[in-house]
């Protein structure tokens, strides 16, 4: 069974940054997309980047481009969200996700398999 363990959220002010780390297990996941996306109070879940596992390829929201990295460690088996330049608005429930690739990084929440519980991320102003 795929899990995915979120974890790196905290209170940060804005200007400031934070790492997330996704750490899965259950199987092997180089033929898998893991993307990060947000839920913020009274919005629905958003996408914020995905890494293919394999190969490295990132694709990021416009919101995040620039400010926001995503990396990957495979001999941890894990997945970073390095966030930069943190803005009020970024405020929300970050979650890690993953898909089969199968040609694309996909961004829609449907389009991901397995779920992590996700980590709360809060920038104050």
């Known amino acids: 069974q795929v899990q995915l363990v979120e974890s790196g959220g905290g209170l940060v002010q804005a200007g400031g940054s934070l790492r997330l780390s996704c750490a899965a297990s259950?199987?092997?996941?180089?033929?898998?997309?893991v993307g990060w996306f947000r839920r913020a109070p009274g919005k629905e879940r958003e996408f914020v980047g995905a890494i293919k596992w394999s190969g490295g390829w990132t694709y990021y929201a416009d919101s995040v481009k620039g400010r926001f990295t995503i990396s990957r460690d495979n001999a941890k088996n894990t997945v970073y969200l390095q966030m930069n330049s943190l803005k009020p608005e970024d405020t929300a429930v970050y979650y890690c996700a993953v898909h089969p690739y199968s040609g694309q990084l996909l961004s829609l929440p449907s389009d991901y398999d397995y779920w992590g519980q996700g980590t709360q991320v809060t920038v104050s102003s």
């Open positions: 259950g199987r092997t996941f180089s033929s898998y997309v």
